[in-house]
């Protein structure tokens, strides 16, 4: 392996240096006066309790977990199925989940500095407010790309140079590098799980109690510091929409990096690298796409107060993509080779993979603009949901519901054309390569991303400081873009999960030893319909328990306006801490379960029901939890800018309309029912999807079919029962061919069959040449033509269950006739017929790639032209094994 690798956790490291050079520029930015510095302390509070609540409940569910990988990782498999892990396996998951644990925690710390320094910075002007909001975004998404670079490199540079120095990429230390390398990725998913799902759950619980009764029933403004909810509710949106976010995208960094390394490591190739380019390269992808985003970090500014911001941050997130996709140009062509196939498909080479990059940059680039148009303001998808709220609450919610199936089909489309667009230039690798160019420009994506919820906590505060008018303009500017950059930043975070999941898929299909999943058996169609099940039982839970938390934020909310006299005269400080206390207890209690669904729903059915099952299982929550997170991540996020248009007023059938009146109060219950459908159950779906599948993976060796864990050896699955007489292998009895399945071979009872010298030198140490040819015995034409008997077919039936056994092999057919006749006649009758057997076997299941076919005519005879036992014996169809 070449010493490039070592640029992967060097470029993790700039990240993070970065990160601390911009987290001290923020904190050292004027923080305001002492009210907002005591409103501020409050948030920052409520986050670090949430935090260290949540991180004891994980503690005890890390721990454990850890100690069964542990003890999974000493197991050695049998002969037919080796489990190439070990003990080391629970060291890296333990380190996945505390970094995944870090980098949300790095986003928290930095928004809860960020949100009052950039209301103080409104107090001066737009621009300013711009950048010390998205620097603390820029903090948080350089952070967590800098921590997922770092961790996957250095890891797996540890794990080789333990497991593996010096040794093949697809020798079997190798193979436990990688396996031992999941774990990384099991840790950093299950975090950002119960990081997405509680603080989900808290924000929502805290946001859904602030609106229903300071809103609505009260009257006052959403952040008025006299509603005794609006300091959890501003402690939600960093637990939620920061330190989950956060998590949740390291995850997906992490596990779309670790996908298309695994299906790598099942590429044989000659290239300057020791054959492990096809390993390097998401990783590097990775490296320069950090690289590009901090660079791209310095070109989101504006000038003036009419300046647009989110063409600033158009203009930032394109030129990540833009320096992303030269850089992986260079990367590409300068580290693969021009010859690469996985698991015996279409060959492709260098450009091939280059292209499915830009497919998978292309993917991402429309998701987020599909989202943004579903979303923002000023939008159809928008504008109908507002003018349903001119007749009442249930319009508003039916209108929203209809927005939200409706924006699932383009994104649907764009996702279907993604994947088979990246499959057709690189097949599986592909696929999932295209997820990694998805993923590079992710610290971008989650600047932009954590850049709204700094800007909605500083809106807040600027209405609870009462601060003047056009303060709180700056900071509703800065909100308005915010919420739509969230509603894209989930967009993206889906579409990435989506090719991610089938990266892992394709993953765990090769780990567990499937070919194919059939849904004629019936438990695999029972399986596929309890995984399109699952996200709804999934979304229902986190949707009930936002509920269960917010009935309680309501009556203590009530409570409180009732029993604390001075309140509403701000003679009185509410009691927030109350509040805060509500939403932590209800978010930690109610975030088990939908965690444990993910967790274990695939161990139970792998074990239980077999691989086959479980990949049918896979198929249904992919699909079913991918439609599922667009419908309400789209919805939610469509009701919330409805519902934000009545600020600057909304005209509906001719008459304007502003806040508290009654269209208005429908579009606050519209949000409110969308809330937990963008913040909560529809952000989560991605991680949902996303564990499920790193689960399978992981366990994919413990269950594997017999000979399932390494393709390269699929040869030793056959079984050759032969009886012979001496060493040039004459037969002197019938004999079959029997295959690991289960099905047998007929092949000829004398001579040297086709079947048993191609097994043998496919299974022989013997490199491939232009001499060694093997001649089918049993094939009969019609006289003069081309066209084969029936006869033909089970001879030809056993060279395709060869080549379907042997993946990775390479044919060449040769047709030949003897002297008799015209020549030129001759040699098409040989191409034809070689042609027709090449047909034949691709109709029987052959990749067309893997067969080549070329007519000699009468050259290369094998016996004497002047007999017709000769001349029969020249008539014949050959093969040679190009590659094995």
């Given amino acids: 392996m070449n010493n490039i690798i070592y640029l992967v956790p060097a470029f993790g490291v700039v990240g993070l240096l970065y990160t601390a050079w911009r987290f001290s520029w923020v904190s050292s930015q004027p923080v305001g006066d002492a009210n907002m510095q005591k409103l501020s302390g409050y948030i920052a509070d ?4 949430f935090l260290k609540a949540e991180w004891k409940i994980l503690a005890y569910f890390a721990i454990p977990t850890a100690i069964i990988l542990g ?8 002969p037919e199925n080796p489990i190439h892990s070990s003990p080391l396996i629970a060291v890296a998951f333990l380190i996945g989940a505390l970094l995944s644990a870090t980098a949300g925690y790095i986003g928290m710390r930095v928004a809860t500095k960020a949100n009052v320094r950039t209301a103080q910075a409104a107090r001066t002007s737009l621009a300013k407010a711009l950048e010390v909001s998205f620097t603390g975004g820029s903090v948080m998404g350089m952070g967590v790309a800098g921590l997922a670079v770092l961790g996957l490199g250095g890891l797996f540079i540890a794990f080789y140079n333990y497991f593996a120095a010096g040794k093949a990429l697809t020798s079997d230390e190798m193979k436990t590098a990688i396996e031992v390398l999941a774990g990384f990725s099991l840790g950093a998913e299950s975090i950002a799980l119960f990081a997405r799902v509680g603080g989900g759950i808290y924000t929502k ?19 008025d510091v006299r509603n005794p909810a609006t300091i959890a509710d501003n402690v939600g949106d960093n637990v939620g929409d920061v330190a989950g976010m956060g998590a949740d995208l390291f995850g997906s960094y992490v596990a779309t990096i670790l996908a298309t390394m695994v299906l790598g490591q099942e590429i044989e190739v000659t290239d300057n690298y020791g054959g492990f380019s096809p390993v390097l390269l998401p990783m590097l992808i990775a490296s320069v796409g950090l690289l590009a985003s901090l660079v791209s970090t310095f070109f989101v500014r504006i000038k003036g107060e009419t300046s647009s911001v989110q063409n600033a941050l158009n203009i930032g997130n394109w030129a990540s993509i833009a320096i992303t996709l030269v850089a992986c140009y260079f990367l590409v062509t300068n580290l693969l080779p021009e010859n690469m196939v996985l698991r015996g498909g279409k060959p492709f080479g260098a450009m091939d993979v280059f292209y499915a990059i830009l497919v ?28 349903k709220s001119g007749t009442g609450h249930a319009t508003n919610i039916i209108g929203g519901l209809a927005v939200g199936m409706e924006s699932t089909v383009l994104p649907i489309l764009t996702l279907a054309a993604g994947i088979i667009l990246s499959y057709k230039f690189a097949g599986l690798y592909g696929v999932s390569i295209a997820a990694a160019g998805m993923m590079a420009t992710t610290a971008m994506q989650l600047a932009i991303d954590a850049f709204g919820p700094i800007a909605d906590n500083a809106g807040g505060i600027a209405e609870m400081s009462q601060l003047p008018p056009e303060v709180r303009e700056r900071t509703d500017n800065l909100d308005a873009v915010g919420n739509t950059t969230a509603a894209t930043g989930k967009g993206f975070a889906i579409a990435s999960a ?10 765990f299909v090769g780990i567990a030893g499937i070919t194919q999943i059939d849904i004629y058996k019936a438990d695999v169609l029972a399986g596929l319909f309890v995984g399109g099940m699952i996200p709804f039982i999934f979304s229902a839970l986190c949707i009930s328990a936002v509920g269960k938390a917010a009935m309680e934020m309501v009556n203590e909310v009530r409570r409180q306006f009732r029993e604390i006299p001075g309140i509403m005269e701000y003679k009185t400080e509410p009691e927030y801490e109350k509040c805060v206390a509500i939403s932590t207890e209800a978010s930690i209690k109610q975030m088990i379960l939908p965690g444990a669904i993910a967790l274990i729903t695939p161990v139970l059915v792998g074990f239980t029901m077999g691989p086959e099952v479980l990949g049918g299982l896979l198929a249904g929550v992919t699909v079913s939890g991918v439609l599922m997170g667009i419908f309400q991540s789209n919805a939610g996020g469509a009701w919330d800018n409805a519902k934000k248009s009545f600020e600057k007023g909304v ?15 429908a579009s606050v219950t519209g949000d409110t029912v969308g809330d937990p459908f963008k913040d909560t159950s529809g952000p989560s779906m991605n991680i949902l999807i996303k564990l499920m599948s790193i689960v399978s993976l992981v366990i994919a060796p413990y269950i594997a079919v017999k000979g399932g864990h390494n393709h390269t050896k699929a040869k030793e699955t056959i079984e050759v029962n032969v009886t012979k007489e001496n060493n040039s292998g004459t037969i002197t009895s019938a004999a079959t061919l029997k295959l690991d399945n289960g099905l047998e071979m007929n092949i000829a ?15 022989s140490d013997k490199p491939v040449d232009k001499t060694t040819w093997f001649d089918f015995d049993r094939l009969l034409f019609e006289t003069g033509k081309s066209t084969l008997k029936p006869e033909s077919q089970e001879q030809l039936k056993n060279v395709s269950e060869i080549m379907k056994a042997f993946p990775a092999v390479n044919i060449k057919l040769g047709g030949y006739t003897d002297n008799t006749g015209d020549a030129n006649a001759n040699l098409k009758l040989s191409a034809d017929r070689a042609k027709a057997v090449e047909g034949e076997l691709v109709a029987m299941g052959v990749a067309t790639e893997r067969i080549d076919s070329e007519g000699y005519g009468d050259q290369y005879p094998v016996a004497d032209n002047t007999t ?3 001349r029969a014996k020249n008539r014949r169809i050959s093969i040679r094994v190009t590659k094995k």
């Fill in 46 to 49: 409520g986050a670090i309790a």
């Fill in 71 to 78: 003890y999974l990782g000493t197991q050695e498999g049998t």
């Fill in 205 to 223: 619980a805290a946001d859904v109690g602030a609106d229903l009764v300071g809103k609505v029933e009260a009257g006052i403004p959403e952040d």
């Fill in 360 to 387: 998978g940059l292309a993917v991402g680039t429309l998701m987020s603009m599909i989202t943004e148009y579903y979303t923002a303001m000023g939008k159809r998808p928008v504008l109908s949901i507002i003018e």
């Fill in 498 to 507: 989506a090719l991610t999941s089938l990266a892992l898929f394709a993953a």
């Fill in 651 to 665: 005209m509906i059938d001719g008459q304007m309309y502003f806040k508290k009146s009654e269209p208005h109060k």
């Fill in 749 to 763: 009872a004398n001579g040297n069959p086709i079947e048993v010298g191609l097994i043998d030198f496919i299974r």
């Fill in 868 to 870: 017709e036992e000769g």
